[in-house]
């Protein structure tokens, strides 16, 4: 299983991203699956994710903001960001669970993305 995430760029307060993960090895469905991202100092957080039973979880300053969402056809996953703040600013990682025998979480190499003027 890989995960390939992309769309990460330089963008101004207030503007717009929209990430994108796709998957490869394995075809993903209802898994467990989002995004994390790693701000400059500080610790790994949860950004955005589907929940076991296809429900969503955000990070509270994520709320109203951004929306995550997938495309099974395209076995990929998306994040868009709008209303981007300066404190956004990080590294991108995306993530999904899969079960074979055992659970495992694989990453993708993750994307940045900067908020700045």
């Known amino acids: 299983v890989q995960l390939q995430a992309s769309g990460g760029g330089l963008v101004h307060p207030g503007g717009s991203l929209r990430l994108s993960c796709v998957a490869s090895?394995?075809?993903?469905?209802?898994?467990?699956m989002g995004w994390y991202r790693q701000a400059p100092g500080k610790q790994r957080e949860l950004v955005a994710g589907?929940?076991?039973?296809?429900?969503?979880n955000y990070l509270d300053s994520a709320k109203g903001r951004f929306a995550i969402s997938r495309d099974n056809a395209r076995n990929t996953m998306y994040l868009q960001m709008n209303s981007l703040k300066p404190e956004d600013t990080g590294i991108y990682f995306c993530?999904?669970?899969?079960?074979?025998?055992?659970?495992?979480?694989?990453w993708g190499q993750g994307t940045l993305v900067t908020v700045s003027s």
């Open positions: 589907f929940t076991t039973g296809g429900g969503t």
């Open positions: 090895g394995f075809t993903f469905s209802n898994n467990v």
């Open positions: 993530y999904l669970d899969v079960r074979i025998g055992s659970l495992n979480r694989y």
